[in-house]
């Protein structure tokens, strides 16, 4: 518990390194929260000036509030805006930056009927930034997540055959990863067969699977609040010549993408690496993502492994590569890892082979 108090300390001070006499920054999304504070529960508010922080809870947390963040000042509302209205008065704050992404219109007009006088701006990436580098014990937990969802598809990997529906895989992935210590899915998990592995974002249904199908499985588990990100396309009972071939050109942008990746590369850099692959084969029209995104406490946050994408890799990223190609009313193919970012190269993090796979 002590690292963690000074890992959050830490993560503090360099949010504050910006705040000047008499500003306040007001942050609502839980996350957040939690990576600033420590504190998980799934609702509250914090509010931090240059040399104080005040964490807002309502009834059902206060006692968890006091456990998780020893020493902060909790206070403890009946409703949001006002009990913000209240601490923001009480600390003369003179402008106010809040987290415009995870607040909304109706709240919005109310914080300002509150505080008229109070100048408020959106907050820009700051924390997402912040947030992006992860220290020794985030990576733990990302490796302990991928390791738990990963051993839970090896177990899934017999039971996909002729005659199996794809909700039938979903749901059983997802018990099998809850029963071997996932605090909870990292998202729907995806199991799609044939034309529907040609949906990026394919919703598991009541398809069967049938001899000769794509089946592609995107998943994760979330272990002390941090995420994996993983997705395999298999091949059910038998493989033909064209699918043998993109999977190998998919597999190919895959390899070459995080094999470029490292401290001191552009972000923008690995997504062009990737598409040139693909359009070297003529499949870069039917890439329709980005290459990759960063994984933590959220399965999607900063970096974006995209086009045109500025932001600079730092040792200590953790980040995805999941190029694939969609052939509408055919099928598709996607392979993804989830890699941490080195000074020189990166480790791989999920567990489970990109080889091609019959099952």
């Not at 705040?19 to 007001?26: I, R, S, Y």
């Not at 029209?285 to 994408?309: K, M, N, W, Y």
Request: with cysteine; hydrophobic share 40%; aromatic share 6%.
């Amino acid at each position: 518990m002590g690292h963690e108090r000074t890992f959050e300390t830490e993560r503090l001070g360099r949010l504050r390194e910006g705040v000047a006499d008499g500003e306040a920054l007001l942050l609502f999304d839980a996350k957040n929260i939690r990576y600033l504070t420590g504190f998980t529960g799934s609702e509250g508010a914090l509010a931090v000036g240059k040399d104080w922080r005040v964490l807002l809870v309502d009834g059902r947390y206060v006692t968890q509030a006091r456990n998780e963040v020893p020493g902060a000042e909790i206070f403890e509302f009946r409703n949001r805006i006002e009990g913000i209205a209240a601490v923001i008065g009480g600390h003369a704050v003179e402008s106010l930056g809040f987290e415009s992404s995870a607040l909304n219109v109706e709240e919005y007009l109310r914080l300002r009927e509150k505080l008229p006088e109070v100048p408020l701006r959106p907050l820009s990436s700051e924390l997402q930034e912040i947030r992006a580098v992860k220290n020794g014990e985030e990576i733990q937990r990302i490796r302990q997540a991928a390791r738990i969802a990963g051993e839970a598809l090896a177990e899934v990997r017999s039971l996909i055959r002729p005659g199996v529906r794809e909700q039938e895989l979903a749901v059983e992935l997802d018990y099998r990863m809850r029963r071997s210590g996932a605090e909870q899915v990292s998202f729907e998990t995806i199991v799609a067969a044939a034309a529907n592995t040609a949906l990026p974002h394919a919703t598991p249904g009541d398809r069967r699977i049938a001899d000769g199908d794509c089946v592609m499985i995107d998943y994760g588990a979330v272990w002390g609040g941090y995420h994996s990100d993983e997705t395999c396309t298999w091949f059910a009972g038998r493989v033909d010549g064209r699918q043998r071939e993109v999977y190998g050109i998919v597999r190919e942008a895959h390899d070459r993408a995080i094999a470029a990746i490292r401290a001191g590369v552009a972000c923008g850099e690995i997504d062009r690496i990737a598409r040139s692959c693909l359009a070297e084969a003529g499949l870069d029209g039917h890439f329709s993502h980005g290459t990759g995104h960063g994984v933590g406490l959220d399965v999607h946050e900063a970096p974006r492994l995209a086009s045109g994408r500025q932001e600079i890799l730092r040792a200590g990223m953790v980040v995805t590569v999941e190029p694939g190609v969609y052939i509408p009313g055919l099928w598709g193919i996607r392979i993804e890892d989830t890699v941490l970012v080195m000074e020189e190269g990166c480790e791989i993090l999920t567990p489970t082979s990109k080889e091609l796979t019959i099952v």
